[in-house]
């Protein structure tokens, strides 16, 4: 329970449905602030107050579970290290992949209870042959099947989304009203919990020492400087600070961030376009499909809030290139080229409402040719952090 | 039934001093109005002093009333602290409450106090080699010392007289926080200030009275500089209109706390409690072997036992007793219901994984055989399963 207004009502409706419920508040910060601004902030004391108030509301007993070193190795480093590497991650997804889905669901298998319920906007759905599937909200404005992309069939066995039926947040708002909960109109939580101010530019300027390193266009021609790749995400077009124009007179944006070489490569627009992802850190979402390595159609989805896009999957062997035996990637085909693609996002794949499964992006093709066939947009073969 | 074994945090009220409380609070009159009805309060509230006073061995005067244990202890320091200005040091053990941490490092960072920690042993007691070393090294810029009586975690008993004689020698004045130590060991002022203490820090929720009424002892001869001013009562040490009912109802729990009585014949409630403790000592060897027992395991408090669970986090353990109906504590501190790494067993040269696998086990008056035998029935299973649930929220190697 975050003591936010979607755990509080998920929780409720777990005890309505008969379960035995405990409610849970994830310290995840050692050192949290003290009140909320805003809708910023997390794990602060207010946030452990209102779920605690929610909890006695509806007669249920409620502790404060402290994952704040694993948050921090987790999640936290792994941002940290993921921009670092030039990579854009989602602490969202990580956090639900090694905390709220690993570290809390064992520890409290371990203690005796069944599952792990949450207020994601999101469905779990039996099949006939009784496998659990992942599927989007029916609330697909505020579906959140996207971060819940990176569950495994086991997890997702032992997980509950008493939200995912529900039509609109404003149903669930009006429903915590109803129940009397404090937390029915607190504001939605949109940054990442453990920036509180939005700055994650600036946040990350203070972790990540910025070393200044050439902007490349993508012949490998010297444009000129900037003072700390880090800073730049795929797409961005201000702040390069180039002075000569492009030949063409065309605006330039980041295509590229290759932290290895402290570079930094742009290019026109239509190059930002990609025609395939992969990534060999892939999981599925329950049941596996039973030919991945057949070419099978489905829609793919790149951020949270990305629309899904039609496209083709499947699993293929990399040994030629990486000299392995048996190591493969998903590879995924858009039907029409994606933009705004950088490795370390996740891409999820689904069929229809059903999540089928995810990929750590590690890999771009850009739908543009350089001079070659095709250019490997990634840094270099940088093993994807494990 | 749910067995209650955390009296450290609070003890039951006593039915009679709730019965006062209530009472005492239809009473209307300010004791400070001269008219009959104020003088009625008035009366009430002395005479609940001199009942307070007695279970403390000190005279009337000398108990300053306050809103709590942690107001006392924060007026004791901070006000020999701007007293003695412009000394700079303050001399403080390790494993001290937050009530005694949190005041000298705010006034150290705020009010030019220069804190020198006192070394802690394995068992947790201060050293005194150390105290007399650093006292030594400039006594007269030394504003005060002060200590915990007994720890409130652990339930190590300080050699408090030894610390007051080093303190006194010097002309250093004294502050002990008797809050864990009050009800459960003999708190006997007179004794201690003869000794050198100056002044000493009690809370009534620890020994059966209300909630939101503590008292400092502050020996007459002992000026402190007030926190709070206004209508100068209590010798203008803590001014605002004083707590009657507080006070009576204080004083009909103190009544059952003489020095005599915790002390006495056989040794009374103390003795009778310390046997229960020692069968839950013996009880957590037996069912549990690998459980050290923190603190000193001979000069601890009746009421506490504290122990290390190897292999698995206090808070499984709180947990899974809780769901037994069997209340205790991991013993230390929160932050957001966080239970932080205790500071306690740190100071006592414990790892941090040592003091995650913590759990505070504390009798008081109403704790009975039947309690003992609830907890140490529970406690089986309830290890099993946090061993099971091991070290989950911590990062392997840490």
Request: contains cysteine; proline residues 6%; glycine residues 10%.
């Amino acid at each position: 329970m975050s003591g936010g207004v979607d755990s509080a009502v998920a929780a409720a409706r777990a005890v309505e449905a008969g379960h035995e419920v405990v409610g849970v508040h994830l310290a995840l910060s050692r050192m949290p602030g003290t009140l909320r601004t805003g809708s910023r902030g997390c794990c602060t004391v207010e946030d452990s107050m209102d779920a605690q108030r929610a909890a006695n509301i509806m007669g249920i007993p409620y502790y404060v579970w402290d994952f704040s070193e694993r948050f921090k190795l987790d999640v936290v480093d792994d941002f940290i290290a993921e921009y670092a590497a030039g990579r854009t991650p989602n602490p969202c997804m990580r956090c639900n992949e090694k905390i709220k889905f690993a570290a809390l669901l064992e520890k409290a298998m371990a203690l005796g209870f069944d599952a792990v319920c949450t207020g994601h906007y999101a469905s779990i759905l039996t099949d006939v042959d009784g496998n659990k599937q992942l599927h989007r909200a029916a609330a697909w404005a505020k579906d959140q099947s996207y971060v819940l992309g990176v569950l495994t069939a086991d997890q997702i066995n032992h997980s509950m989304f008493p939200l995912g039926a529900t039509p609109t947040k404003a149903e669930v708002r009006k429903e915590a009203a109803e129940r009397g909960f404090s937390v029915a109109n607190k504001p939605d939580s949109y940054d990442i919990c453990f920036i509180p101010d939005g700055d994650t530019k600036g946040w990350l300027g203070e972790r990540v020492a910025p070393v200044t390193g050439d902007i490349l266009d993508r012949e490998g021609n010297t444009l000129g400087q900037h003072d700390g790749a880090v800073a730049f995400t795929v797409g961005q077009r201000k702040g390069l600070s180039i002075g000569t124009p492009a030949a063409d007179g065309k605006p330039r944006f980041v295509l590229e961030v290759r932290p290895i070489s402290n570079t930094v490569v742009v290019g026109p627009k239509e190059a930002l376009a990609i025609k395939e992802i992969a990534g060999n850190k892939y999981t599925w979402a329950g049941l596996a499909p039973e030919h991945p390595e057949v070419e099978f159609a489905c829609h793919v989805q790149i951020r949270a809030h990305a629309d899904p896009v039609p496209a083709v999957a499947q699993v293929v062997s990399t040994t030629a290139v990486t000299g392995i035996d048996g190591t493969v990637e998903l590879r995924i085909i858009p039907a029409e080229p994606l933009n705004g693609v950088a490795p370390g996002q996740t891409a999820v794949v689904y069929v229809g409402t059903r999540v089928l499964g995810q990929c750590t992006i590690d890999r771009t093709v850009s739908a543009v040719p350089v001079s070659t066939p095709e250019m490997i947009a990634s840094a270099s073969p940088v093993p994807v952090n494990a | 039934m749910v067995v209650y074994l955390d009296h450290a945090a609070t003890t039951p009220m006593l039915p009679a001093a709730i019965a006062a409380y209530a009472e005492a609070m239809g009473v209307v009159g300010n004791p400070a109005s001269v008219h009959s009805q104020g003088q009625n309060a008035k009366r009430m509230l002395e005479e609940s002093r001199e009942i307070v006073a007695a279970s403390l061995a000190c005279d009337p005067i000398e108990v300053i009333f306050t809103g709590s244990g942690t107001e006392a202890i924060n007026l004791g320091i901070k006000g020999l602290y701007w007293a003695r200005a412009p000394r700079r040091r303050i001399l403080v053990p390790g494993g001290e409450h937050h009530a005694t941490l949190d005041t000298v490092e705010w006034l150290a960072e705020h009010d030019g106090a220069t804190v020198e920690w006192i070394p802690l042993d394995e068992q947790g007691h201060i050293d005194l080699g150390a105290l007399a070393a650093a006292i030594a090294r400039d006594p007269l810029d030394v504003a005060l010392v002060s200590l915990i009586m007994a720890n409130n975690e652990v339930g190590t008993i300080e050699p408090v007289a030894e610390v007051a004689a080093l303190a006194a020698a010097q002309g250093i004045p004294v502050h002990v926080d008797a809050v864990a130590a009050y009800g459960y060991i003999p708190v006997d002022f007179r004794t201690l200030a003869a000794a050198g203490v100056s002044a000493l820090s009690v809370s009534a929720h620890k020994v059966g009275g209300p909630v939101g009424i503590g008292a400092l002892v502050l020996g007459r001869a002992t000026t402190v500089e007030p926190l709070i001013h206004g209508g100068g009562q209590q010798r203008k040490v803590r001014s605002g209109t004083q707590d009657v009912a507080g006070a009576v109802s204080f004083a009909v729990a103190a009544s059952a706390l003489s020095v005599e009585q915790l002390a006495g014949q056989g040794g009374g409630e103390s003795a009778r409690l310390a046997a229960l403790r020692d069968r839950v000592i013996a009880g957590v060897a037996r069912l549990a072997p690998g459980a050290v027992l923190n603190g000193d395991p001979v000069h601890r408090l009746p009421g506490n036992a504290h122990f290390s669970f190897a292999g698995c986090e206090g808070d499984s353990l709180l947990f899974l007793l809780d769901a037994a109906g069997v209340s205790v504590s991991t013993g230390s501190a929160c932050q957001a219901g966080v239970p932080e790494p205790s500071h306690v067993l740190r100071a006592m040269g414990r790892s941090e994984a040592e003091s995650h696998g913590a759990l505070r086990i504390t009798l008081g008056h109403s704790s009975t055989d039947a309690d003992v035998d609830a907890l140490l029935t529970a406690l089986p299973a309830a290890h099993a399963q946090a061993l099971a649930a091991g070290m989950a929220d911590r990062v392997p190697g840490h």
